[in-house]
């Protein structure tokens, strides 16, 4: 059996602890490079879809088990927008606490304002889409890429465009919602806008490359979905993604708690993550691989500085003169 994992975040900030496992598969396997990608543009090449944009809404839609159809369809994430002196800060729903009755109660007012100009739907409390009447101009990256940072440029640049007007729009309905005024007087961030990204129709993947895929991330899921593979939940460690698995094939596990790594490194969230890695991921599956259980073993990081692949074998561990060092020097 190959077992792949993809770790978007895994050298984003330099380990304060070792990791004895990672260290060594990283020291005795090859490295491959490429440009360096986001995990959604990353598992859109490596499903055969390079030419064609990254179709977030419809994938999370297929990933809930529900049909796309020949619909258009984005993302419609909410989201905090903060407007500080000279800039316009984005706060991702991965760091806000959003109750479900607090996104229901928010999407039945969009939709009541919007009709079937924006049909909105939830997949979860964070994650939202939204059925397009026409195609527009969107933000291309996904909100939790853009955390923290000024977003001003990655809004419509036309201020007339359809899409700008729907913002806009949005947020009007989201400022005077009682929701928001319940949070504001909690002191919580208010869901002052959605982000509209991931625009694009549902795309068929004609060879797929890997017999099952594990993730929590919906774009995963819907391209197992688009592809007719199997896709689980995420595994909680190695142990039971591998226990669910046949003896042969190609397996991919999608590994992204450490894809807030400017804000995870600043406390000690980021480390932890690590240490999770390295207990319930590399240091088992560096014992299913000495054993013999795993035949190949490769570890992607799409958004490291380059591209990077690191693919180990059995007998790669025997290169004792290849000594592990830090992970950061792998990066």
């Known amino acids: 059996m190959h077992g792949e994992l993809v770790i978007p975040g895994l050298f984003a900030a330099p380990a304060t602890a070792r990791l004895p496992a990672a260290e060594l598969l990283f020291a005795r396997g090859r490295c491959t490079s490429g440009p360096s990608q986001s995990l959604e543009a990353w598992l859109n090449d490596a ?126 309905v989201l400022h005077a919602h009682p929701v928001n005024e319940a949070r504001e007087a909690r002191g919580e961030p208010p869901l002052n806008s959605i982000w509209l990204w991931g625009a694009g129709r549902a795309a068929q993947v004609a060879a797929p490359r890997w017999q099952s895929v594990s993730a929590a991330e919906p774009v995963a899921l819907g391209l197992a979905r688009a592809a007719g593979i199997q896709g689980r939940a995420a595994a909680a460690n190695a142990h039971v993604w591998l226990d669910r698995l046949p003896q042969d094939g190609r397996h991919l596990a999608v590994l992204d708690g450490l894809r807030v790594p400017r804000a995870l490194s600043e406390d000690g969230e980021y480390q932890e993550a690590l240490a999770h890695l390295e207990r319930d991921w590399f240091a088992p599956l560096l014992a299913r691989l000495r054993e013999g259980r795993i035949g190949m073993l490769t570890i992607h990081v799409p958004d490291a500085g380059e591209c990077l692949a690191y693919e180990t074998i059995r007998g790669d561990l025997r290169r004792f003169w290849r000594r592990p060092k830090a992970l950061e020097h792998y990066a």
């Open 47 to 172: 499903f055969g879809l390079a030419d064609e944009p990254v179709a977030a809404g419809a994938l999370s839609l297929l990933a809930a088990g529900r049909e796309p159809g020949d619909d258009l369809w984005t993302r419609a994430d909410p989201v905090h927008l903060r407007l500080m002196r000279d800039r316009l800060v984005l706060v991702p729903p991965a760091a806000l606490r959003i109750a479900r009755e607090e996104a229901e109660a928010l999407l039945g007012a969009l939709n009541e304002h919007f009709g079937d100009r924006l049909a909105l739907q939830s997949i979860d409390e964070r994650r939202w889409i939204a059925r397009l009447s026409a195609p527009m101009e969107l933000a291309g990256q996904a909100p939790l890429l853009l955390a923290g940072c000024d977003v001003a440029g990655a809004l419509p640049s036309n201020a007339a465009s359809p899409a700008h007007q729907l913002l806009n729009e949005a947020q009007m």
